[in-house]
């Protein structure tokens, strides 16, 4: 049902132009070009081309590699930093786009993300610029390829202070290069993020047509100003335990509150509406969806994580009514929507509706939903009763030495069909400082790798630390982590647990969207408009 | 039906292959700097029918991915390089020289019908990096022990000389590597102390004591009883691969004859009496042999600082074995170890059944021994003493252990955990198949625990493993 | 006084202002950290023009190469088009005759075409002459003016001037009419078929 992305690409030819890039200085790179330019070269056999290039030169590129990078480091900053200035734009707000790669404090970054193509071309560094990185890139891709030409896959590199993830997907090759100690599993899981945000403004179809077309295209031409997105996919990823958990967080919200959201958002419909989404504070208030359309398909929590993160990552969305293509991946990863997005509550905005229609036309109807909506929710007072909700205290649960918990229920009515939610108190003190957050979200991603672990997955796992006692525990009924101080016993926290469980089973029409609403847009079941998506 | 069939068809058939090394090799970066000399980097190559230019390429690999790694941190480069089919573990004992061992993931065959060929499936998890590094630093400390560092080695004969020392040692040594069966203790390379009660241990320290008093050639001596040691005078890092060696190397190649009855006391004459069981297990195999030759293995300790270069002697009365280790500079002479044999032969035979007496006392006071409800690895890393209830037996080709694999590996996992943090820690977990595994970290020890009762809650499982520090460990352990 | 609704798209290459002209012309305020437009920006502004009412219809455009197929959507049924260069990147300007082109052959018969030389207060980076836009703008007909989003320079002019070259309202009017808030399916696929 969602449109195909045809037009989008047509008028982006990518042989119009070729866009320049900047002179290479690392010998590496230019070899890697050769390579490069040998297999685009319109051999028949594109695989055969690949392998004649490595069997030749791939040992010898590695070994280029190696040394080129001992040498640039022995050159310290003043060659390295060079294109760096001659490149960097001089407007615009201080970004890490303009650090120093050669500077230790770009080194001690956190985690890095690089994407680029599989002819090593840089599209996005999460820190540095993408020129300034070209030859690091240019080797993280002879390592991939090199690993590859002998039919093998490179996965993981270790050391002690660094985890490096690679993946490929299609024509695109990810890396994360990652001092969190995270799992390889959790890493690859965000890099997959980060492709499918790509996907979510490009389509699958598009990029891989784009570089089956010309394998050397620099995609940054077509992501250009979305680097904003990816930086703030990765914050997410770092910093909200939604996307650890593939569920959504929802908005604790009185039950009849939300109800009478969800039949506001229900009243409004259009043909072609397919979801409408009512967002608070970046977390969901309520979503409704047309009955046909997901008959056979359902909104995943990723494909809601990427689209609160392209409207929190942009205050562009908070100048008057947005109408953008957007790409749901798992969903479908090759086709559009078109999303309708407006703050309700100008100039906080903290309230935002999201539209989607299948229709790239749509946009004077859809807006017109918007102003029902808003007109409804203004009779209500419903602007006012949402600006009051907000997370709950762990304090409510009534459980000394329970400092904070994630729960993810499995056992929600009409599962199949229901978004995978989770809720989780506001982090209070000790946790209140963003260092320790993060510490305490660490120690959750430890567990969660524990217990999801491909080869050894666990039931239960009970930690005691040096400063918090953490329980993780995975049933068929739900997947719970906690977080108690130090000094408990093991018998408090198997009674605060007792405690917890209680606790959420009465509050959950509060915690959880629990029957996620419906409607239908057109009063005959639009069998014509499904045949036309396929 | 018809989907059936094949699946049946297949479950029956398929083959799981357990972790093989696929490769090891050893190479300088620094011996082929140019462009078209990169062999003369290669110091060891195994297997060695390896075609030139691939080895180059896999060289060339390893030092392209430190060399990146080095890009993030130039202190820290790469340890280990996963990919879909192997695993390569890298270690640099001196510097720049790298040594590289390639794991190959243990992987499930399963046929495909129609005569297509079977597709793998490489379990690429089931690999823990901590172990197999250690594996290899292992390897690194064992030809150390023999041959003394790398660089002494191309310091006094050059390439030439450290190529023919690496092949000579690991050529060999490299069969006795069974990496199938390495788990946990491999990560400790620990010690198993022999337990004594005072008496018998102040008997055994004025035996060390006279001996060295007597023989003043003799510089260090280590005592060792049923493979486990009783006293050492070595330092610790040395004593740690020495004991290695003589537990998975020496010993179990001197065991078979004496169980095969083949190994009569050296005096006949002196049969029943038991007065002299003594004999060498390195140099002389008969000291009444006109042709014996009295050379013995030379080791290398202190190599930090003093650098020592020392022989071996090895000689063992019953269960009991002793080390003394002699100034390589002096040449050892029949007349030394024949003194040694006749002053060390009788007494460390009356130590060895006094040892046994001792130990077959406490036995039966701590009572009949019945099948415990959970099996144990204790590990301190201050002296390195290392106690498993969950090893069997441990020798050169195998090592036993009565507990599942995956059990092992999650007793790895925790040890992972419990490497990240200095502080005192403890983890408790439920596998899928409902056995409980507790780790526990205090104070430099380390102590896991499988217990085997799946109905058990938490609070059981607590209850349990204080009984067990309580009775073992003393109440070492007393988190919570 | 009669209210007539006029719809107005914003175009041109990315980072020239385009959503900066809008937010000073509706919101009269500056922001010099603006994110890039997603898909495009809806909004509306009214102004007294002699004796009638105009209500800008604004649609302002993102100017990054993923949206660039989009634009027909937006300046279809437009009664005119604001194209906006930045003065200190001779790339935007080419980029502008692109526009112009593509208007030529697939934009609206009667649409009003302004072009806004942008930034002009880093004169001092000046990469395109006042003269040549000027030149440029005259050889097709078009409104010129040269303008600060920053300074508040000539940015309601732009729209003042619209307002002057767009035809009176005559009995049929319909060139310049409020679009229709829905549309045919049958028509929109029509006119799809030109991108």
């Not at chain 1, 690949?50 to 080129?68: I, K, P, W, Y």
């Not at chain 3, 041109?12 to 950290?33: A, H, L, M, Y």
């Amino acid at each position: 049902m969602p449109s195909h992305p045809e037009g989008i690409l047509e008028s982006s030819d990518p042989t119009s132009e070729e866009n320049p890039r900047t002179q290479d200085h690392q010998p590496d790179l230019q070899k890697l070009h050769i390579q490069s330019s040998e297999t685009d070269s319109g051999k028949a056999s594109q695989d055969s081309a690949l392998d004649n290039g490595h069997d030749d030169s791939g040992e010898f590129v590695v070994t280029m590699l190696a040394r080129s990078k001992v040498e640039e480091q022995g050159m310290g900053t003043k060659d390295a930093s060079s294109p760096l200035s001659e490149t960097g734009t001089p407007l615009g707000p201080p970004s890490h786009r303009n650090e120093d790669v050669t500077a230790d404090s770009w080194r001690q970054h956190r985690k890095h993300v690089f994407v680029l193509s599989e002819a090593g071309k840089p599209i996005y560094s999460r820190y540095g610029s993408e020129e300034a990185l070209s030859s690091t890139m240019g080797v993280m891709m002879a390592l991939v390829s090199f690993v590859q030409s002998g039919d093998n896959t490179i996965r993981s590199v270790y050391s002690d202070e660094h985890t490096v993830v690679f993946t490929q997907r299609g024509p695109l090759v990810l890396v994360s290069v990652s001092s969190s100690r995270q799992s390889e599993q959790q890493l690859r899981q965000e890099l997959l993020y980060v492709y499918n945000q790509i996907v979510s403004m490009l389509t699958q179809a598009s990029i891989t047509r784009i570089f089956e077309h010309k394998k050397n295209y620099d995609l940054r031409r077509l992501l250009a100003g979305s680097e904003k997105i990816l930086d703030g996919l990765l914050n997410l990823v770092d910093s909200d335990p939604s996307i650890l958990l593939s569920a959504v967080h929802c908005l604790p919200l009185a039950s009849s509150l939300r109800d009478s959201l969800s039949q506001i958002l229900q009243k409004s419909i259009t043909p072609n509406l397919v979801f409408s989404i009512l967002i608070a504070k970046n977390q969901l208030l309520t979503i409704v969806q047309e009955k046909t359309v997901i008959e056979d398909a359902r909104l995943e929590p990723s494909d809601l994580h990427l689209l609160l993160n392209l409207i929190g990552a942009s205050s562009a969305f908070q100048a008057g009514e947005i109408w953008t293509p957007i790409c749901l991946p798992s969903f479908n990863p090759d086709c559009y929507f078109y999303a309708y997005i407006s703050y309700l509550d100008p100039p906080e905005c903290t309230v935002c509706l999201v539209l989607l229609s299948t229709d790239k036309e749509a946009f004077y109807s859809v807006a017109e939903c918007k102003r029902k909506i808003e007109e409804a929710m203004q009779t209500q007072n419903a602007l006012n009763s949402i600006a009051k909700a907000h997370l709950y205290s762990v304090s409510q649960v009534g459980v000394s030495d329970l400092r904070h918990f994630m729960y993810k229920p499995f056992d929600v009515p009409d599962n199949h069909r229901q978004l995978t939610q989770f809720t989780s108190p506001e982090m209070e003190a000790p946790y209140s400082s963003e260092e320790e957050r993060m510490r305490l979200l660490d120690l959750y991603r430890d567990m969660h790798s524990r217990i999801h672990s491909t080869s050894r997955p666990l039931k239960l796992i009970y930690h005691v630390a040096e400063r918090e006692t953490l329980l993780a525990w995975v049933t068929s009924k739900f997947e719970l982590y906690t977080c108690f101080s130090p000094l408990v016993t093991k018998t408090c926290a198997i009674n605060a647990i007792t405690k917890l469980l209680r606790w959420i089973k009465k509050e959950e029409d509060r915690l959880f969207i629990r029957y996620p609403p419906k409607y239908s847009t057109t009063p005959n079941p639009s069998k014509s408009s499904k045949s036309d998506a396929h | 039906m018809l989907m059936i069939r094949p699946r049946m068809a297949s479950g029956t058939q398929e083959k799981q292959y357990t972790p093989s090394l696929l490769s090891f090799f050893i190479y300088n970066p620094k011996f082929g700097p140019r462009e078209g000399e990169e062999e003369k980097k290669i110091l060891f190559y195994h297997p060695i029918e390896i075609e030139k230019n691939e080895k180059i390429r896999n060289v060339g690999l390893c030092e392209a991915i430190v060399q990146f790694t080095r890009t993030f941190c130039p202190t820290k480069p790469a340890k280990s390089l996963h990919t879909q089919k192997n695993r390569q573990v890298f270690h640099e004992p001196e510097e720049n020289y790298w040594m590289v061992m390639v794991v190959r993931n243990p992987m499930v065959e399963k046929p495909n019908k129609d005569g297509k060929p079977p597709t793998v499936e490489y379990q690429e998890d089931e690999i823990i990096d901590s172990v197999y590094g250690s594996v290899l630093k292992q390897c690194y400390s064992m030809y150390k022990l023999f041959n003394g560092t790398f660089s002494r080695a191309f310091d006094a004969g050059g390439v030439e000389l450290l190529i023919q020392k690496l092949e000579k040692f690991f050529y060999r040594y490299l069969q006795t590597l069974h990496l199938q069966s390495c788990d946990l203790l491999d990560v400790f390379g620990g010690i198993a102390f022999f337990p004594l009660d005072k008496m018998t241990y102040l008997k055994i320290q004025s035996f060390v004591n006279r001996v060295e008093e007597s023989l003043s050639l003799v510089k260090y001596t280590a005592f060792l009883y049923n493979d486990q040691l009783i006293w050492s005078g070595l330092e610790q890092e040395d004593m740690r691969i020495l004991f290695k060696y003589l537990t998975t190397s020496l010993f179990p190649r001197h065991t078979e004859p004496e169980l095969a009855g083949r190994d009569s006391p050296l005096r006949p004459e002196l049969t029943g009496n038991l007065l002299h069981y003594g004999r060498f297990l390195t140099g002389p195999a008969n000291l009444k042999d006109p042709d014996a030759k009295f050379r013995f293995p030379r080791i290398f300790v202190n190599t930090e600082d003093s650098y020592e270069e020392l022989h071996l002697i090895v000689y063992k009365a019953m269960s009991a074995a002793v080390c003394f280790m002699v100034n390589a500079a002096v040449d050892l002479s029949r007349e030394f170890c024949e003194q040694l044999d006749s002053l060390v032969g009788p007494q460390l035979t009356l130590l060895a059944s006094d040892i046994c007496e001792q130990y077959n006392i406490n036995r039966r006071i701590s009572g009949p021994e019945k099948e415990p409800q959970f099996k144990f690895i204790y590990f301190n890393h201050m002296n390195l003493a290392e106690k498993s209830t969950i090893h069997m037996r441990k020798t050169t080709s195998v090592s036993l252990t009565s507990v599942h694999p995956d059990l092992m590996k999650i007793l790895g996992d925790i040890n992972c955990d419990f490497a990240r943090v200095d502080e005192d820690e403890e983890i408790i977990v439920k596998a899928m198949t409902d056995y409980w595994v507790v780790g526990k970290k205090s104070d430099q020890r380390e102590l896991y625990v499988i217990l085997n009762q799946k109905n058990a809650n938490l609070i059981e499982v607590n209850e349990e493993v204080k009984r067990l520090c309580a009775t073992q460990f003393n109440n070492i352990f007393f988190l919570d | 006084m009669s209210l007539r609704e006029l719809k107005v798209c914003l175009l041109g290459d990315t980072g020239v202002g385009k959503s900066s002209i809008v937010w000073r012309f509706v919101e009269d305020n500056f922001d010099p950290n603006i994110n890039p437009t997603i898909g495009a920006s809806f909004m509306s502004k009214t102004v007294q023009y002699q004796n009638e009412l105009h209500k800008f219809l604004i649609w302002d455009t993102a100017g990054q190469e993923r949206f660039r197929a989009l634009a027909p959507m937006y300046y279809r049924g437009s009664a005119a088009a604001i194209i906006v260069y930045d003065i200190t990147k001779e790339d935007s300007f080419q980029t502008l005759k692109n526009w112009v082109k593509e208007l030529r052959q697939h934009g609206p018969p009667n649409i009003v075409v302004a072009i806004a030389g942008n930034k002009c207060d880093l004169s001092d980076a000046r990469e395109v002459l006042e003269k040549d836009a000027k030149d440029y703008a005259d050889s097709i007909h078009a409104i010129f003016v040269e303008t600060s989003a920053k300074n508040a320079i000539n940015i309601n002019e732009v729209f003042i001037q619209i307002s002057q070259r767009i035809p009176v309202l005559d009995a049929e009017g319909s060139s310049v009419r409020g679009f229709k808030l829905r549309r045919q399916p049958a028509e929109s696929t029509r006119e799809r078929s030109c991108c």
